[in-house]
């Protein structure tokens, strides 16, 4: 009797051996596929370019050479663009977080008439690609007096739709009995937002708060580098939409 | 502790994140509207408002900040009362550039001084954006006879349209054979003589690519300028007619009266219609598709960026530039004596094109007199040498392409080999670019990239590109 | 124990009274629906200045033609008349419907893959730099992104094809080949774009209580039972959103074509966002393009519509419905 049960165990101590083992390799694989391109680049970076593009390819370069990312430190006054684009782009982050919280919490657990219509307007504004808003936008901005000021950028970033949606999906996977209860002790919906949502919500928010540093911080920083200026004015705008 | 009590845990846990998040919040707010009234209080008492600012856009990377500064501090000094703003606008293509400078019109920026190419002048010529120089190239012809003296009469041609000249040619490129030094004497491939012939480079471009499966013996990109075309016009031959525009006349006359170039050069290039569906086209366009499909000395076609990095390693013998490779190459590591510029080779004829670009006046400018100053100095001899500097461009001044200094070194071992693509064959013509830019390059890069991953036979490409290509020039007034 | 319901049936005996009773019913409704316009007034202000007054913009351009550097003509319904007849729409749309089924299905499939691949037991060091290495591609700029790739699936000289003649597989036309040119571009998009869905499923699993597999475990359930039992409708709502933005963002994809292959060979990747792109800009019809952005929106808008309603069939909330 108990050899059976010997055996029976071992068998499953195998199979579930070798469902981790082919686990493991075919994450081991993907992250590889993932990973590889990314590692060829940065050691292209480090090589002139008259040694990067090798078959077979070398993947560790044999002579390291900084010099390149010294020349785009001397190409360009960096410490100033990083200083702009740092604090454009944190204001960005910040307010769309506040803004696009506030907006899902509502549309996810707030009952008020036009509540359905009013998201999918929001959400149109996904649907037009940028540079078909980018002219009016700035022309708005123009005659709000803005022009040439990091306000510009900042502004018409603070409302995002895809922010408010992802919130919106998360909040809506948060199980109702807090608030319930809260609601019981009296709670109006400020305090279940700030108290309930927002700490339960943290996950989501850092989400955001990433992809949208991300975005921002390529789209602010890369554009700065790209355009020349010599008189030195924070034209920002216009670098954001010649790029 | 039950963690799966949500409510103690919770409600601990958020007390802290709530001061720490009502910190932050407080701190953010705070620093954004100090930077708010900071803002607004420096600009209120700047004074910038009192000076004009004159904006001269031109199709440049950051790497040209140092030469804007150059060039801008010269004009200043002479010109004290005006602020100059250059502003140089990056992108791969030409086109893209314009669209770039289009949306920027478009959200209702001023521009006053705007470098227009070949690929570009027909464009805002006949829409008016920019408007013709003759009448003050007229009254000035003592500063500007030293000027052309200086710049071939082909390249002044290109940037007139209709009768009249709207830009003085600053840049320009011939499309010419860049060939590495080392691949060739390891392939035993002689270094090619100046009339050389298409059989010659296709033996050249053999023999190299006999040297390993990776090691090609030609790369070129599919695109406007730089790719089939060269091939067409060294077959005498062009993909869309060429003819003239009247008028002009004052032009060769005052500045040109004993250039035999100059003879018989009008108001212009005209390209009022298709022939891409040539028979010469078509042997064009079927030997470069040879190289790939049948000799398989060239890959598919590549980006400037990619053909100088696969050149300077060794893997790409031979390419079409003009001298902004060089500063490429010199870049990628490669020094002087690792490669060497060679004409096109030979077929019926051994004509270039070339393209060109000047700084042309807007319309709109407010200040047309200072943007006028602006050309002036910057087609000044100094200006046009330091703005080249480096391998970064071809001048269209003589003096400054064939000056020593510029090639002293980076090379090429001939310099003047740019200038004598001109010089020593006057059927060098610029490319064709009708006003619809956008939609002829299209059309002609759609149907060459079809032949060149052979999807479509070289007939039937360019026939289709021939009527489509008919299509768009019908729609051009006049 | 569950603490949960003995709390609140504390509380409720402690502050029961303070509820009042029915006539506020209507009261406390209005009261939220005011809170609830408070809360998304912000974002809907920034929404009228900078959105719909430029989305409004464009709609009207679309009835004028317009080169940039002339005065607008106004041209009434003719730029949608020419749409009709030009065979580029037709192209672009196939095109982009193509390269969107292709991404979503491919994103979904991996993303979920490797998210059930990550329950595996490991060290959570292990766990932490799978979904690290995985999430790079993320944060890398797209314009990088597709230079890079440029390079990589070159047909002669890229590492991808130079790999694969190790393996004895003939060099592959990536990018310069009609019928592959789209599928490399949807399998770069994929390459950037799955780390982030994947970050989305693990949280949506992670709040997946534990309980549910353990008592399916000993209901006798197997792996895929639970995979199809629980975790799918229990991450439905996240599938759906990945779903949603998914196809809004990839049906305006621009730079992967513009950078890799400009739209072509032959038109091949010409995307319908290239097309505005270039027909507005490159080719000096704002009117034009403007009018092709317009059934461009309405068409992701009826798409989004129809998403949302299917969902009712196919997404589970914890609280019931949502829309």
């Not at chain 2, 013998?317 to 001298?323: D, E, K, V, W, Y």
């Not at chain 3, 003719?78 to 749409?83: A, D, V, W």
């Amino acid at each position: 009797m108990s050899a059976t049960i010997d055996e029976a165990d071992r068998r499953a101590l195998r199979v579930r051996r070798l469902q981790t083992i082919i686990t493991l390799a075919v994450l081991s694989v993907m992250s590889l596929l993932v990973l590889l391109p990314i590692v060829w680049t940065i050691s292209t970076s480090l090589r002139l370019p008259k040694d990067s593009f090798t078959l077979p390819p070398r993947w560790i370069p044999t002579e390291l050479r900084a010099q390149n990312y010294i020349d785009v430190f001397n190409l360009v006054p960096f410490g100033q663009f990083i200083l702009n684009s740092l604090k454009v782009t944190l204001s960005v982050v910040f307010g769309q977080i506040v803004l696009s919280a506030m907006a899902a919490y509502a549309f996810a657990r707030l009952r008020f008439p036009g509540r359905n219509v009013l998201f999918l307007l929001l959400m149109s504004a996904l649907m037009v690609p940028l540079f078909v808003t980018i002219i009016p936008q700035f022309v708005i901005i123009k005659n709000l007096g803005l022009n040439d000021t990091h306000e510009a950028l900042i502004l018409p970033a603070l409302c995002t739709p895809f922010g408010v949606f992802l919130l919106r999906q998360f909040f809506l996977t948060i199980p109702t009995d807090l608030e319930d209860a809260a609601k019981i002790d009296g709670a109006g919906p400020w305090r279940i937002f700030w108290h309930i949502f927002v700490p339960l919500g943290a996950p989501g928010i850092a989400v955001l708060a990433i992809l949208s540093f991300n975005s921002y911080w390529n789209e602010f920083f890369g554009s700065d580098m790209r355009l020349s200026r010599t008189s030195g004015r924070k034209d920002r705008r216009e670098q954001d939409i010649t790029n | 502790m039950n963690t799966q009590d949500p409510f103690s845990k919770k409600k601990e846990s958020s007390k802290t994140a709530i001061s720490r998040r009502q910190f932050l919040k407080w701190t953010a707010a705070g620093t954004a509207a100090a930077t708010l009234l900071g803002n607004k209080v420096v600009r209120a008492t700047s004074g910038r408002q009192t000076t004009q600012t004159l904006r001269v856009v031109l199709f440049g990377a950051p790497d040209r900040a140092k030469t804007f500064e150059y060039l801008g501090k010269g004009f200043q000094a002479a010109n004290p009362a005006i602020n100059v703003e250059f502003l140089g606008v990056p992108g791969a293509e030409w086109d893209e550039f314009f669209s770039k400078v289009s949306t920027m019109l478009a959200s209702g920026q001023n521009i006053d001084l705007i470098e227009v190419g070949t690929e570009g002048l027909q464009l805002f010529a006949s829409k008016k954006f920019i408007q013709p120089l003759d009448e003050r190239i007229q009254a000035d012809k003592t500063f500007w006879q030293e000027y052309f003296d200086d710049v071939p009469p082909q390249l002044v041609e290109a940037m007139m349209y209709d009768g009249k000249l709207y830009n003085m040619p600053f840049l320009w490129g011939p499309a010419v054979i860049f060939y590495n030094t080392k691949l060739f004497k390891q392939a035993g491939v002689q270094p090619p003589k100046p009339d050389w012939t298409k059989d010659d480079f296709l033996a050249a471009a053999q023999a190299v690519h006999k040297l390993g499966d990776d090691i090609y013996g030609f790369g070129w990109p599919n695109r406007h300028w730089g790719g089939l075309i060269p091939w067409v016009f060294v077959q005498d031959s062009n993909i869309l007619k060429q003819t003239q525009f009247e008028g002009g006349d004052w032009l060769w006359k005052t500045f040109y009266p004993d250039n035999k170039t100059a003879q018989g050069r009008k108001g212009g290039v005209h390209w009022p219609e298709s022939m891409a569906n040539d028979p010469r086209n078509i042997e064009a366009l079927q030997f470069l598709q040879d190289l790939t499909w049948k000799e398989k000395v060239a890959p598919a076609p590549a980006d400037f960026g990619q053909l100088a990095n696969f050149f300077s390693n060794g893997k790409l013998a031979m390419l079409p530039a003009h001298r902004f490779m060089i500063g490429r190459l010199i870049g990628a590591g490669m020094t002087r004596d690792d490669y060497d510029v060679v004409f096109m080779p030979k077929w019926t004829t051994q004509r270039h094109q070339f393209g060109t670009s000047g700084l042309a006046i807007t319309t709109n400018t407010k200040l047309a007199d200072q943007a006028y100053e602006m050309v002036k100095h910057l087609t000044r001899k100094e200006n046009m040498g330091a703005y080249v500097k480096g391998g970064v461009h071809t001048s269209p001044r003589r003096s400054v392409n064939n000056d020593p200094e510029q090639s002293k070194a980076i090379g090429p071992n001939n310099p003047t080999i740019f200038y004598d693509a001109l010089d020593k064959f006057p059927g060098s013509a610029p490319i064709p670019a009708p006003p619809p830019n956008k939609d002829f390059t299209a059309t002609f890069v759609k149907y060459v990239g079809l032949a060149m991953s052979n999807e479509l036979s070289a007939k039937d490409a360019l026939e289709n590109m021939h009527k489509e290509l008919s299509v768009i020039l019908s729609k051009v007034k006049k | 124990m569950d603490l949960v319901p003995a709390v609140r049936l504390v509380r409720k005996a402690l502050f029961a009274d303070r509820v009042p009773r029915v006539q506020s019913m209507a009261s406390m409704r209005r009261r939220e629906a005011l809170a609830a316009y408070l809360f998304i007034a912000p974002t809907f202000i920034f929404f009228i200045v900078f959105i719909a007054g430029p989305m409004l913009f464009s709609l009207g351009l679309s009835l004028f033609e317009w080169d940039v550097i002339s005065e607008p003509v106004f041209a009434g319904l003719g730029n949608y008349q020419t749409i009709l007849t030009d065979p580029r729409i037709l192209n672009s749309f196939r095109n982009t419907g193509l390269f969107v089924v292709l991404v979503l299905a491919l994103d979904v499939v991996i993303a979920l893959g490797l998210t059930v691949a990550l329950q595996q037991k490991m060290p959570a060091l292990l766990r932490s730099f799978f979904r690290t290495a995985f999430f790079v591609p993320v944060v890398t700029s797209i314009t990088s992104v597709s230079i890079m790739f440029s390079f990589l699936l070159h047909r002669e000289l890229g590492i991808v094809n130079y790999y694969l003649g190790q393996f004895g597989v003939d060099k592959v036309p990536w990018l310069v080949s009609s019928s592959w040119a789209l599928v490399s571009l949807a399998i770069v998009t994929v390459w950037k774009t799955f780390g982030f869905d994947l970050l989305l499923f693990i949280a949506g699993i992670n709040n997946i209580p534990r309980h549910l597999y353990e008592s399916a475990a000993l209901d006798g359930a197997n792996g895929w039972q639970k995979f199809r039992w629980i975790t799918l409708p229990l991450l439905s709502p996240t599938i759906f959103f990945v779903l949603v933005i998914g196809l809004i963002s990839n049906l305006q994809m621009f730079d992967q074509s513009y950078i890799m292959t400009k739209g072509g060979p032959g038109d091949s990747t010409k995307t319908i966002v290239m097309l505005i792109y270039e027909d507005s800009f490159g080719a000096l019809r704002l009117g034009y393009g403007s009018a092709i952005a317009v059934i461009l929106f309405l068409i992701i808008f009826a798409l989004t519509i129809l998403q949302f309603r299917f969902s009712r069939r196919w997404v589970h909330y914890e609280t019931g419905d949502a829309l």
